[in-house]
């Protein structure tokens, strides 16, 4: 299931901006950070897909929930200006972010391509 984060537990599952100006992943699994809003309707429409892809990812993918209204400076300091926006964390590299209510064929192609190919390309080199 998909964990609401709060500024404390972004900081420190996900990144310590107020500690690192540079991007550094503080988390063990790479993670897709949902940005919402209990208002939001194409939220709502994005919710049951983010707890169907964090039940088939358990273990190889986080998965969060950040609430916009309650956490106003972590939308800024991202800057959110339009919600749904996903944002894909890998292990390594930078994050990128997904703006609206992607289909879950889409959103699971993100997930497979933007964290989990990456994980399997690191993995291999370093045998």
Not at 20 to 32: A, R, S
Not at 67 to 92: C, H, M, W, Y
Not at 96 to 123: R, Y
Request: hydrophobic share 40%; with cysteine.
């Amino acid at each position: 299931m998909a964990e609401a984060l709060t500024k404390q537990t972004f900081l420190e599952k996900v990144f310590d901006y107020e500690k690192n100006k540079e991007w550094k992943f503080e988390g063990d699994l790479p993670c897709v950070i949902d940005f919402w809003a209990p208002w939001c309707g194409p939220c709502r429409a994005v919710a049951p897909v983010i707890e169907q892809l964090s039940k088939e990812y358990a273990g190889r993918v986080n998965f969060y929930k950040v609430n916009t209204d309650e956490e106003q400076e972590l939308a800024g300091a991202f800057g959110i200006r339009s919600i749904p926006s996903l944002l894909f964390v890998p292990k390594t590299g930078q994050p990128k972010m997904a703006v609206g209510a992607l289909p879950k064929d889409v959103l699971k192609q993100a997930v497979e391509e933007e964290l989990l190919v990456v994980e399997s390309m690191n993995q291999n080199s370093q045998n």
